[in-house]
């Protein structure tokens, strides 16, 4: 094993940790607001069958 290794899978490391501690939040509130989205969207349509009658 050369000498830069350890460090260099270190880097890796620290570098895909970053990466994750913000890409996460983000993927979890765009699922959040896809899910208010769909209820929204639910609302609507019962609405819309109601006025058409």
Do not use: C, H
């Not at 270190?10 to 940790?17: A, N, P």
């Not at 994750?20 to 607001?33: D, E, G, R």
């Amino acid at each position: 094993m050369s000498p830069g290794t350890p460090d260099l899978i270190i880097l890796i490391f620290v570098f895909f940790g970053l990466q994750a501690w913000w890409v996460i939040p983000l993927i979890n509130k765009n699922n959040k607001l896809n899910e208010k989205g769909k209820v929204l969207r639910e609302e609507i349509k019962k609405l819309e069958k109601l006025y058409k009658k």
